[in-house]
Nanobody, 124 residues
Framework: QVQLVESGGGLVQAGGSLRLSCAAS????????MGWFRQAPGKEREFVAV????????YYSDSVKGRFTISRDNAKNTVYLQMNSLKPEDTAVYYC?????????????????WGQGTQVTVSS
């Protein structure tokens, strides 16, 4: 099993920045892919960014490309999401996800492990 714990959410003004962290524990050696998703009130959970642990390959949704950066520290079993130029529409609960494969990486159903989520609120 793998456990994921997110941190770093909060309230920020539009144009500001936040950095989210996701710490993995348990059978972390089995993880190939770690990603971030978000869910706003009344909306479905959506893909934000993903990183492949082996070589750092990344992929972003169009809505965050150029503003958000995903990175990893394999020694700490931690993935980060640096969020800059935040907009009110970025307001959501952000979830960390992990899986043993790099496959269908933008789909929520492709991920086996999930964190509890952290709230990000961007005020206008």
């Amino acid at each position: 099993q793998v456990q994921l714990v997110e941190s770093g959410g909060g309230l920020v003004q539009a144009g500001g920045s936040l950095r989210l962290s996701c710490a993995a524990s348990g059978r972390t050696f089995s993880i190939a892919t770690m990603g971030w998703f978000r869910q706003a009130p009344g909306k479905e959970r959506e893909f934000v960014a993903v990183i492949r642990r082996s070589d750092g390959t990344t992929y972003y949704s169009d809505s965050v490309k150029g503003r958000f950066t995903i990175s990893r520290d394999n020694a700490k079993n931690t993935v980060y999401l640096q969020m800059n130029s935040l907009k009110p529409e970025d307001t959501a609960v952000y979830y960390c996800a992990a899986d043993r494969e790099w496959f269908l990486i933008t789909y929520t159903n492709a991920y086996e492990y999930w964190g509890q989520g952290t709230q990000v609120t961007v005020s206008s």
